[in-house]
């Protein structure tokens, strides 16, 4: 039976969360604990496996369990008798904010939504086999986006690498670099946050790790060949990039957080020798504006955002060379002569 999202909403405070609350109540849910960007974060799962699958990516934030809660997130899935709801092909996907405080997503496999009063998020899975690597890999995008932008912090599409001295932030539309560059700086002995998904604070220019996960191409696989026996999807269709969780990997090169220097954007050349070099803050800002998460008809809060972080950071372009480790050697240098 399809039920509208009308009816999925009119149902969600009479049943589904009083059916939450009770068997939370009884200690019949397993609880994950994450500190994300310095919020005490605890994920509330139907099963064991949903647990599993969906918290992978964050165990490079996993703390002891603690008393006072910033946020709760439910996670269920359809499949598992947690709760019996129909609400599958509910539209397309689409953000909407409804008159009692609530934020939702809806598309023909998940329902999320957040209630931004009571700061307590749900997440619904028609199937966990249904859903594509891109949902491990990055749970709760969207409700981590939701709540966050409570607190002016933004979500960036970009990696973010440094030093002890600090890190910079490598923005770009998809296919400039930015995957293999922060790739080829965690190889290179540098801090690791992200190479896709960050949260920046732009008042004090501090970058918060959020995922541990990196997408590869093909291409990145060969280039860096001793990922492969980490990849969690080695059986996959032509075109779909292969999950490495890179915890897995070297957890000690991963941060939660770190003191961002400058904004890089980055470009492909065949020079030999990489250079970083000064931009003006236009061609910063048409450079990370696409890439902040906003819901649909908050565009003024995307260019806000991308605003300030653009005015707080020095810019730059860095010009990559096809030899990765010198793009490395050019990336130390420059993050230490920034704190010279």
Not at 82 to 105: K, M, R, V
Not at 130 to 152: E, M, T, V
Not at 154 to 183: D, F, N, P, Y
Not at 268 to 281: A, D, G, H, Q, Y
């Amino acid at each position: 039976m399809q039920v509208t999202q009308a009816d999925w909403l009119g149902n969600f405070n009479s049943t589904i969360v009083p059916f939450i609350d009770e068997i939370k109540k009884n200690g019949k849910l397993e609880l994950r604990y994450f500190s994300i960007a310095n919020k005490n974060i605890c994920i509330n799962c139907s099963t064991v496996h949903v647990a599993e699958q969906f918290t992978k990516s964050l165990l490079h934030l996993q703390v002891s369990p603690f008393l006072e809660t910033d946020l709760d997130i439910f996670v269920w899935e359809r499949d598992d008798n947690f709760l019996n709801n129909e609400a599958t092909n509910c539209g397309p996907e689409i953000d909407c904010t409804s008159t009692d405080g609530l934020i939702y997503q809806f598309n023909e496999q998940s329902i999320s939504v957040y209630d931004s009063i009571k700061k307590r998020a749900y997440f619904w899975v028609n199937s966990m086999e249904s859903l594509g690597d891109w949902n491990f890999a990055k749970p709760f995008r969207s409700i981590f986006h939701w709540y966050l932008s409570q607190f002016d912090l933004s979500m960036i599409h970009g990696a973010v690498v440094g030093t002890e001295l600090g890190g910079v932030l490598i923005t770009a539309i998809g296919g400039s670099g930015k995957t293999t560059t922060a790739l080829s700086c965690f190889f290179g002995g540098m801090n690791y946050l992200s190479d896709d998904y960050v949260a920046i604070d732009p008042s004090t220019s501090i970058a918060y790790s959020l995922f541990n996960s990196a997408m590869l191409t093909q291409d990145n696989l060969v280039r860096f060949s001793s990922l492969e026996t980490y990849v969690k999807n080695p059986i996959r269709p032509s075109g779909i990039k292969g999950l490495v969780y890179l915890n897995e990997v070297n957890s000690a090169l991963l941060l939660s957080q770190i003191t961002l220097k400058a904004l890089l954007i980055p470009k492909i050349t065949s020079s030999s020798l990489p250079e970083i070099v000064p931009v003006n803050k236009v061609s910063a800002l048409m450079a990370i504006a696409p890439t902040i998460r906003s819901l649909r008809n908050f565009e003024q809060q995307k260019l806000t955002a991308a605003k300030q972080i653009a005015s707080y950071l020095p810019c730059f372009e860095f010009r990559l060379s096809p030899n990765v480790n010198e793009n490395v050697a050019v990336l130390k240098r420059f993050i230490n002569n920034r704190n010279a």
